[in-house]
């Protein structure tokens, strides 16, 4: 990457407003400077990771690249708009591979519901699991539809930073029953409760819990038939790549193993950043890409804040956490042929066990998985003949009361995962290992700076939302904007691409700069 000297100044140039600082090289940071290279900006990227990419970047590792974070990627054509709005071709760039199916669902008595884009087969997948609901999914869809179109397309690609633009949707979110949770939505729709897991699961993809999260975010089961499920050869950390090659063939600088540690704010606005080491790096906008509650806890603590203040913040409920065990294995390429791209494994409960991790802060035996096996679309992912592996849970964040001890749980929840998985699908696994990476709830706060290690910054709970999510234009210092999971739309890639979006639509232009 290149390096700048740090104290370059804002605004070099007589009558020149146009220095930009983003930081984090999180996918929504460096949407973000992507946008701000296009309109004229001086952009520098300054991140404390050596790669690109924030939670969707990749470890290398004995031969194997294990993708960190987000492993779908839907809604293909914001990617391509956002390519557009630079000059770009995104398909010249990236090269996306469209999934079928999208992902299996496994229940622990063998029963399995395979997700696709073709709406037939979605209803016979329904009618064997329960032919009774049939009828109550097809309204389920059409439910979906509705919700896609308002809460997508419309709210999610606008700001939301002025009370008055939620007072006029409210009768919209009456209308299509926003208080009502996805989970009591699918089952106001089907009766049998596999299906209604089926219908309710995705909102955990962006850290929300099913029984709490507004119903509006049923909008994903019409955004995957719509659009479908795919996978960006190389993977997410490959896509990061690419737009930061963006960045840098705009003239754009990415300053990576650096740290920001305070935004400077001087008369109200700000000025620049202070690094890590105290040096100063000036600019004429700041846009922050770091989890939202960092920013205004730590990066603004010498400024005196508003409305996102620490007692405020203490009261913000943030999503649950993950438990992520990335491992390789040795001549498995051929082996476990039932088990694809992606597979979700249920445990013995669901509502149970959303409680205890939302809401009672508590580590179960029992545990529900996510498994990533990309090498069956990828091969790059490992040596030859090899395969890795991405296996997920749920677990409580840092800041329940009874909190989790991970230097003594570590080793016991991944052996809970190990028989498990071998259990239910991948016998003789244990012996197959060959490298090995864990990251529990300590290693997101550390790794990401992310508050009590959550896996999703704060939860899209409907008072959690919108207009009462953090603003992507700051309320607290003029010329600070946020992007990324903890601002508005929210979590997920389509959402953090999303802010970059909405902070195009706020930023004034650069002054002093011909285009």
């Not at 009828?135 to 709210?155: I, K, N, Q, T």
């Not at 790096?281 to 770091?290: F, P, Q, T, Y």
């Not at 091969?379 to 009361?401: I, M, N, Q, T």
Request: charged share 25%.
């Amino acid at each position: 990457m290149t390096r700048v000297d740090p104290i370059e100044s804002a605004g070099t140039g007589a009558g020149r407003k146009d220095r930009a600082i983003v930081i984090g090289a999180g996918l929504g940071g460096l949407a973000a400077a992507m946008r701000l290279g296009a309109r004229g900006y001086r952009v520098t990227v300054i991140d404390r990771l050596d790669v690109p990419g924030g939670r969707g970047s990749a470890i290398w590792q004995d031969g194997h690249r294990f993708d960190l974070g987000p492993t779908i990627v839907t809604v293909p054509q914001l990617y391509r708009e956002l390519w557009a709005a630079c000059g770009r071709d995104f398909d010249a760039d990236v090269t996306l591979k469209p999934l079928d199916p999208f992902y299996e669902i496994r229940w622990p008595d063998g029963t399995k519901f395979t997700a696709s884009q073709d709406t037939d087969r979605m209803r016979a997948e329904v009618a064997r699991l329960s032919p009774g609901d049939v009828a109550g999914f097809d309204r389920f869809l059409e439910d979906s539809a509705r919700r896609y179109w308002f809460g997508f397309e419309d709210l999610g690609r606008r700001s939301m930073h002025q009370l008055w633009e939620l007072i006029k949707v409210l009768p919209t979110f009456a209308r299509l029953r926003a208080d009502r949770s996805v989970y009591a939505h699918a089952a106001s729709r089907v009766k049998d409760e596999k299906l209604r897991m089926a219908l309710s699961f995705h909102p955990l993809f962006i850290g929300g819990d099913p029984l709490h999260v507004t119903s509006m975010y049923i909008l994903v089961a019409y955004l995957e038939k719509e659009f479908g499920v795919h996978y960006a050869m190389g993977g997410l950390a490959g896509m990061a790549r690419a737009m930061a090659d963006v960045i840098e063939e705009q003239g754009g600088t990415l300053l990576m193993d650096t740290e920001v540690d305070e935004i400077v704010v001087h008369d109200g606005a700000v000025t620049g950043v202070r690094l890590g080491s105290g040096l100063e790096m000036g600019a004429d906008i700041v846009v922050s890409n770091a989890d939202s509650g960092h920013t205004y806890n730590h990066l603004l603590r010498s400024h005196k804040r508003r409305r996102w203040t620490p007692k405020r913040l203490a009261r913000t409920r943030y999503s649950m956490s993950l438990f992520v065990w990335y491992f390789g294995t040795k001549g498995t390429r051929h082996d476990w042929p039932d088990v694809g791209h992606h597979t979700i494994l249920n445990g013995p409960r669901y509502t149970g066990l959303l409680r205890d991790i939302f809401i009672r802060g508590k580590l179960c035996d029992d545990m529900s998985l996510y498994i990533h096996r990309p090498s069956v679309t990828d091969p790059s992912v490992a040596p030859e003949g090899d395969d890795s592996f991405y296996v997920l849970s749920p677990v409580p964040h840092l800041g329940h009361d009874n909190g989790v001890d991970w230097s003594v749980e570590e080793p016991k929840y991944r052996e809970k995962m190990l028989k498990v998985l071998e259990d239910q699908m991948m016998p003789g696994l244990r012996d197959r290992i060959s490298t090995e990476v864990i990251f529990t709830p300590e290693t997101f706060r550390d790794r990401y700076l992310s508050p009590f290690g959550a896996g999703f910054s704060i939860e899209p709970r409907i008072l959690q939302s919108a207009w009462f999510r953090p603003h992507n234009v700051s309320e607290e210092a003029k010329g600070l904007y946020l992007v990324g999971a903890g601002t508005h739309p929210g979590a997920g890639v389509p959402g953090v691409i999303s802010t970059a979006e909405v902070l195009d639509r706020l930023v004034p232009d650069p002054q002093g700069v011909s285009r």
